[in-house]
């Protein structure tokens, strides 16, 4: 069973799941990655949400940036949200993760931050412990 699962919405956001994955290998954490889209695979994404045996979520999303919020619903598990810079500089996805309603958590770190959510999970995991 893994300990985190990295799920990005596209797989354009790859060069953000290396440093993920980069960051979380040099630490020997267990983890695994999915490319699930909240819009263009909700059923999958569900399945998935549902299934896993992990500690922790690691969003990473643009746009509009759904994808850490409808984890958060799905789950009691921490969800780490990576906003993805496009077309408003990243700024949408930021204020899309950020601006959780009340009893959706989420954290969310730096736009392109994948080193800073693969940082936080680590400490997560070890307060864990």
Known sequence: MPDVAVISGSESDR???EKVLARLDEA???HEHRV????RNPIELDRYIEQAEVRIFIAIAGLAAALPGVIASRTKRPVIGVPVSGKLMGLDALLSIAQMPPGV???C???DAGENA???ALRMLECGR
């Open 15 to 17: 060069g953000i799941v």
């Open 28 to 30: 020997g954490v267990s």
């Open 36 to 39: 699930l889209s909240a819009h």
């Open 105 to 107: 958590p989420v954290a």
């Open 109 to 111: 770190v730096g736009i």
């Open 118 to 120: 693969a940082l936080l």
